[in-house]
């Protein structure tokens, strides 16, 4: 690690002062160009201590720039893994308010459901499908707090990976009825279609992000514990939404979920 533990505390801190203030800020390696990834999700760490403080629960993981066309829109090569808090869940039908955002995007994603604890090294997509209870439709609302999406991958793990709202609902499967690979998936805004894809966008398969995330948290001498919910990452580019607007995403066999933007 390149950062000592006050400058972590205090650049979780600001971040997390960006995402409930509602204000942007320049991307952090900028005043802290040798940060490495250790700190990036240090600092990551601390923010997520920082609700728990607060009391607030950690209700899922997420797994995000899993698909080329995501990582093509942001220039990067490799996915990042981020955390949801109670704060950051909707439920289904209820809005979402565009003024406690900054600049949110949409993605449509494939959320996972665990039954069995999941733990890397080694994990693989058939680990995950047999430790899957069930998978469902999920719309994650990203809101990166770097002014103008300025940013690099340490900076955005640090964000937290731009994670602010998610909704999951539609018709949940069982793993082992879903071909994913072959799953098309419909995104709607304001009853036009705007993005289309299949579940193999994300990784070749959305249960290979589910993997890396417990690779990557094995690494950590950390596990997926039962009965998590991960989103798996956007099988699209994200699609930028204001107050007003209405999306729904239509996942193959699975129904569809929506949110309204107020
Ligand atoms: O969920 C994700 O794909 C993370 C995106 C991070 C970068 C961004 O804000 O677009
Ligand atoms: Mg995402």
Redesign the pocket.
């Known amino acids: 690690m390149k950062l000592d533990a006050r400058t972590i505390a205090a650049l979780a801190e600001h971040l997390e002062g960006c995402e409930l203030g509602v204000r942007d800020t320049p991307k952090i390696t900028d005043e802290h160009p040798q940060m490495d990834w250790d700190d990036a999700y240090a600092i990551q760490d601390a923010i997520r201590a920082r609700k728990q403080g607060r009391g607030l629960r950690i209700v899922g993981l997420?797994a995000?720039?899993t698909s080329h066309a995501?990582m093509k829109q942001?220039g990067v090569a490799s996915p990042?893994f981020g955390f949801l808090a109670e704060s950051h869940a909707l439920p289904e039908g209820t809005e979402c308010r565009v003024s406690e955002l900054i600049h949110p995007?949409v993605?449509p994603e494939i959320a996972f459901v665990t039954r069995r604890a999941l733990k890397g090294p080694g994990c693989h997509i058939g680990a995950v499908l047999a430790a899957t209870d069930f998978v469902l439709p999920g719309i994650?609302v990203?809101d990166?707090r770097y002014r103008d999406?300025k940013f690099d991958l340490k900076s955005?793990v640090a964000d937290n990976?731009?994670a602010a709202r998610f909704v999951v609902g539609g018709r949940a499967r069982p793993a082992a009825e879903v071909d994913l690979r072959i799953t098309g998936i419909v995104l709607e805004k304001n009853g036009v279609p705007v993005a289309f894809g299949a579940g193999a966008a994300v990784l070749g398969h959305p249960a290979a992000a589910i993997a890396m995330l417990a690779n990557h948290l094995g690494a950590r001498g950390e596990e997926i514990p039962a009965g998590t919910l991960i989103l798996s990452?956007?099988i699209t580019e994200?699609v930028a939404v204001e107050a007003g607007d209405a999306v729904t995403l239509r996942v193959q066999g699975m129904g569809s979920v929506g949110l309204r933007f107020a």
């Open positions: 997420k995000g720039l995501k942001m990042v995007k993605e994650e990203i990166s999406f955005v990976t731009s990452g956007g994200a």
